[in-house]
Nanobody, 118 residues
Framework: VQLQASGGGLVQAGGSLRLSCAASGSIAVINVMGWYRQAPGKQRELVAT???????????NYANFVKGRFTISRDNPKNTVYLQMNSLKPEDTAVYYC?????????WGQGTLVTVSS
């Protein structure tokens, strides 16, 4: 699976961005799709995941520092995962990476830079 992330850019604090992650294959069968981020000088950290639960249901999970502000969603027919980011803060500045975890096989996108100015 190849992943292509897009949608990053420069935004003022309090603003919004929507990141997209387009997959080369079907994401409907991938167990977990997620977004991670890496700020300068810091380790990569989990932002949000969407885990398949049963045939058509998905369970979402968020890091505490984005709960209530970010939303992960899947569009299976388009093989795309989104990360809607609202109420952005300067500390959200990072490169955001899309991730697919299919029963332990990990795939990463190339990352998209999000810069939040104060």
């Amino acid at each position: 699976v190849q992943l292509q992330a897009s949608g990053g850019g420069l935004v003022q604090a309090g603003g919004s961005l929507r990141l997209s992650c387009a997959a080369s294959g079907s994401i409907a069968v991938i167990n977990v799709m997620g977004w991670y981020r890496q700020a300068p000088g810091k380790q990569r950290e989990l932002v949000a995941t969407s885990a398949r639960f049963g045939v058509i249901n998905y369970v979402t999970n968020y890091a505490n520092f984005v709960k209530g502000r970010f939303t992960i969603s899947r569009d299976n027919p388009k093989n795309t995962v989104y990360l809607q980011m609202n109420s952005l803060k300067p500390e959200d500045t990072a490169v955001y990476y899309c991730n697919a975890n299919n029963r332990g096989d990990l795939y990463w996108g190339q990352g998209t830079l999000v810069t939040v100015s104060s």
